[in-house]
């Protein structure tokens, strides 16, 4: 694809290595305007398994969309999105007015359908998100470890926000819509808990309508696929494409999530990453992975850490004056990134808040940041990414991703399970576990030891379902043995498990 590119001040490499001079406190000059640039053919990546194309940056649905200061006016935000060939949107049903503002932006772009001069070519140019925090789609009672929210109706279920949604940016916000109005995708929004993960696939197999407690997938599944398992969708309406679910903070809770999805129901995550993610249990090395073993879709969020790496303290934003309306800084470049999270293996597309636009391309956040997107997976080295972690590791003291589970190093493996059995005369002993969670290196084998020596070694592969590692040691001898299990790491670090004893036969 052949694409009109920024021109630079300085080559890239340059660039980077004047930028890490800031941890020292030099100056590194007005590096934060990239001159003007073309968006008339953006790069695009495939969505994982939704058949479609999306453009390497998405507008987020937060910063002045949802907190939007006096002087803003969010609708033009949107528009000059459509106005560059942006192509995915994301908003949430807890984004205060952010579906609202999107609402009134279609209207103005003619998207609404039913409407004269209805553009459906533009509709279906576009892959719209919105979210759900609502983990259940009927139960109503509190549940220890599930975190049940909206800003609408809470009693109405996961089905409520999925309605709400389509009124807010469809109809007239108080519930109607129009026939034919429909989401791309509806996200289960900011996963924390395996209690949550049982509450969302509740129901979802065996699904009985008169049970008292159905989670959020098995309705969304029915308004997906216009089916009525649940009993909460009478009319067998479509209203969604896809499904997918939303996380910043728990990796472990992430992938728990994708590998009980036997049924490939869930076609996208949308995740928290950048630059200092392996300060932390770390994102790119553990879910993102899975899901990309798992041909999901991929939509990279927290690109600046929700504002954390510029002017906003580290913590949720929830005011006006949260909102950053500067192009980076000249201690922080903004480029350098958004190139950082779109060059993270498995992420198709990053969605970015938006502060404020400006006539002035090199003043104008959008047009900056979409300039900055302009980049292939491949794009930078792993020399330079490791130089842009090392730019950005000292800011708020490392503590920018306050949204993400603390912990960096490598484990063993997780849920070790070991037994035995007489099979033909010969004694086999077979040991089961989970994927290990990677620190600031991807894993790379699981060796097993018995009785303090080396017998085997299984290769780390994405663990994509439920079914763990498994390696099996066949024996002739009766006697008690010990065995531990210990993961390994791309950096030639390891880390072992307890001991597991098996007593003897004879």
């Known amino acids: 694809m052949k694409t009109t590119k920024a021109k630079f001040p300085v080559s890239r490499r340059s660039f980077i290595k004047r930028s890490s001079a800031l941890v020292s406190g030099v100056a590194i000059g007005p590096y934060l305007n990239f001159g003007r640039f073309s968006t008339a053919e953006l790069l695009k990546r495939s969505f994982g398994r939704c058949d479609f194309e999306v453009t390497t940056m998405g507008l987020g649905g937060q910063a002045s969309l949802q907190w939007t200061p006096a002087d803003v006016d969010p609708v033009r935000i949107i528009r000059k999105a459509f106005d560059q060939k942006i192509n995915y949107y994301d908003t949430s049903n807890l984004y205060g007015p952010s579906q609202m503002n999107f609402g009134s932006a279609f209207q103005s772009l003619d998207l609404v359908p039913g409407t004269s001069g ?279 003291d490392g503590n920018t991703n306050y949204f993400q589970q603390t912990g960096s190093q490598l484990t063993s493996p997780r849920r070790i399970r070991i037994d035995q059995e007489k099979v033909d005369k010969k004694r086999v002993v077979t040991l089961q576990w989970d994927s290990a969670l990677a620190g600031d290196a991807p894993l790379k084998d699981y060796v097993i030891y018995r009785d303090g020596k080396e017998i085997g070694r299984v290769k780390h592969n994405p663990q994509k379902f439920m079914e763990p590692f498994q390696f099996k040691d066949v024996m002739f001898d009766a006697t008690k043995h010990e065995y531990t299990i210990s993961s390994a790491d791309q950096a030639d670090r390891m880390a072992s498990s307890e001991r597991l004893n098996i007593e003897s036969t004879g």
């Not at 994102?283 to 899901?291: E, G, L, S, T």
């Not at 510029?310 to 949260?322: D, G, L």
């Not at 302009?374 to 990414?385: A, N, V």
Request: hydrophobic share 40%.
């Open 118 to 396: 209805y553009n459906e070519k533009l509709r279906r140019s576009i892959f719209l998100a919105s979210k759900t925090h609502l983990r259940w789609a009927k139960h109503n009672q509190e549940v220890e470890g599930v975190a049940n929210r909206s800003n609408g109706n809470v009693a109405g279920g996961t089905v409520s926000d999925l309605k709400r949604s389509l009124s807010q940016m469809f109809g007239d916000g108080q519930g109607n819509f129009p026939e034919g109005a429909y989401l791309d995708m509806m996200l289960i929004h900011n996963l924390n808990t395996m209690e949550e993960v049982d509450a969302l696939y509740t129901g979802l197999e065996n699904t009985d309508p008169q049970s008292e407690m159905i989670g959020a997938l098995a309705a969304l599944r029915d308004y997906r696929d216009g089916t009525n398992r649940t009993g909460l969708n009478p009319g067998e309406e479509k209203l969604i494409r896809h499904i997918g679910f939303s996380g910043h903070f728990s990796a472990p809770v992430m992938m728990e999530m994708i590998r009980r999805d036997n049924e490939d129901i869930l076609d996208a995550m949308l995740v928290a990453i950048n630059a200092n993610d392996l300060l932390n249990l770390n994102m790119q090395y553990n879910v993102i992975p899975v899901a990309k073993a798992r041909n999901m879709g991929i939509i990279a969020m927290k690109v600046f850490a929700d504002g954390a790496m510029y002017t906003k303290e580290a913590t949720w934003s929830n005011i006006p004056a949260h909102v950053v309306r500067t192009v980076g800084s000249s201690a922080l470049p903004s480029r350098p990134l958004i190139e950082y999270v779109l060059s993270t293996s498995g992420i198709n597309t990053a969605i970015i808040g938006i502060g404020q636009i400006s006539n002035k391309e090199t003043d104008c956040q959008l047009m900056q940041n979409l300039s900055s997107a302009q980049i292939r997976q491949d794009g930078l080295s792993s020399t330079e990414r490791k130089e842009i972690e090392h730019m950005t590791r000292y800011v708020k």
